[in-house]
């Protein structure tokens, strides 16, 4: 096999195991309460340790990876993936586990702020959105099998196995990433070691106070003080030589800062919709657990299936139209679903998750393409971690929405399964005019020169 081969076998299995962790192990989490003696809620924070980890060290590990080296920093993450899921698995404590979750976070950051700059530097221009389509597509079915195979894994084997076949399946990447011989940097300068710190308090207050802001009073100073921190951290990447984060491919580049700024608003749009869905199947329609879960299932299977295809087309035409129109179809989806009622049909509700998956499938891999395609090769660390960043804090807030609206209509409303259908159509609402929004963020970025 070639270095080109590995490289993307390498880079196919993290993309599929990733989200096969986050979307198998919400299965588990009444499991995982019973053994710790604790309320399911409270295993939250294994999600959220993990997200915290993941973006408050995202845009710094990537300058890292440029100065140190790509591959070196890919596979460094990959071996401490590997030993913080064992430990997960190994866990006899909540607190361990969360400990393990928000290292296993800073390993993801590792991993996925460098394996797309690896994809695009052993492939050609022409072939990027094909492989990048590729592991977007692994994503997908490691978002689409996870639910299905987390749930007989912890039926049979219990909620520990999920971890250990995870650890498993990383270990094959390891040997993959282990045949390449060749190392990729971007520009060897001295690393800001400010400029990291300051990123790093400025995206966990911010996040935490989101994910916080409807439960707890401080929520909100929490995110003003993320959001001095982040006007501080601009501030001073303006003025110093080597910062960890260049601001000039956001204030030169109208591409690069567009394609990031249209990847938040779609992941706050979108990705809260899953989640959503599961309550309103299960509460209001009263459907079981594994019914619900394969109507769910439609949209990332059709992200699946598409995102190939909608990769390969960003070779041919410009990556902003393709992603526009996956936008535009996002929006559609979303308006239906603000119609849903008690009595929705599952085949109307399945309709617009299909209408979904294709216009996610459509936005993702070509807006991608985009992004690397706007910089310079020596900026592709920095620009993966970027784009990387803006998916989490657009998850992030999603959730926050989602918090927000709930919390407020069940205070609001005394009957509960009103208050949960108020907050669902309150909650497409706004998802529907931040994609739609989103439309008109994809259109203004302009061509790319290599297109």
Not at 33 to 46: C, D, G, I, Q, R
Not at 188 to 211: M, N, Q, R, W
Not at 369 to 393: P, T, W
Not at 396 to 403: E, T
């Amino acid at each position: 096999m070639s270095q080109a081969q590995w490289v993307f076998s390498a880079v196919l299995i993290t993309s599929f195991f990733g989200p096969f962790l986050g979307s198998s192990i919400n299965l588990a989490i009444p499991y995982m309460a019973k053994e710790f003696n604790v309320l399911p809620s409270f295993l939250t924070w294994y999600v959220s340790a993990y997200l915290l980890g993941s973006i408050a060290v995202l845009v710094p590990m990537g300058k890292l990876a440029d100065i140190m080296g790509r591959k070196k920093i890919y596979t460094y993450g990959l071996y401490l993936f590997i030993v913080m899921t064992i430990g997960a698995g190994l866990a006899d404590s909540l607190r361990m586990l969360i400990t393990f979750s928000f290292l296993q976070g800073i390993a993801s950051a590792m991993i996925f702020s460098t394996g797309m700059t690896l994809l695009v530097a052993v492939h050609k221009i022409t072939e990027r959105g094909k492989v990048i389509g590729y592991s977007a597509a692994a994503t997908y079915i490691g978002l689409s099998l996870g639910p299905f195979l987390g749930g007989i894994i912890t039926h049979f084997w219990g909620w520990r196995s999920i971890f250990f076949l995870i650890a498993i399946g990383l270990g094959l990447s390891l040997i993959a990433i282990k045949k390449v011989h060749d190392e990729w940097y971007g520009q060897k300068e001295p690393f800001d070691i400010k400029g990291s710190l300051l990123y790093f308090f400025a995206s966990t207050s911010l996040l935490y106070g989101c994910s916080s802001y409807a439960e707890n009073y401080y929520g909100k100073y929490l995110m003003a003080l993320g959001l001095i921190l982040f006007v501080v951290f601009v501030l001073v990447q303006r003025k110093i030589i080597n910062p960890v984060l260049n601001i000039k491919l956001f204030s030169k580049n109208i591409i690069f800062a567009m394609s990031n700024l249209a990847a938040m608003i779609n992941y706050s749009a979108t990705f809260a919709i899953s989640f959503v869905l599961s309550l309103y199947l299960q509460l209001i329609q009263n459907l079981d657990a594994p019914t619900a879960g394969m109507i769910i299932l439609i949209q990332p299977l059709l992200m699946a299936l598409f995102s190939p295809l909608a990769g390969s087309l960003s070779d041919k035409i410009q990556p902003r139209i393709v992603a526009t129109v996956g936008m535009a179809l996002n929006t559609i989806g979303l308006v239906l679903l603000l119609f849903i009622s008690e009595t929705s049909s599952v085949f109307y509700i399945a309709g617009a998750l299909v209408i979904i998956g294709l216009g996610f499938a459509l936005f993702s891999s070509p807006n991608n393409n985009a992004i690397m395609s706007a910089v310079e090769q020596k900026d592709h660390g920095v620009a993966a971690s970027v784009l990387s960043a803006m998916r989490l804090f657009g998850q992030g807030f999603s959730m926050a929405l989602v918090n927000l609206f709930l919390s407020f209509f069940i205070n609001l409303e005394p009957d509960y399964h009103k208050a949960l259908l108020l907050g669902f159509k309150n909650i497409f609402v706004v998802f529907s005019g931040l994609s739609f929004v989103g439309i008109f963020i994809s259109l203004a970025r302009g061509k790319n020169k290599d297109k």
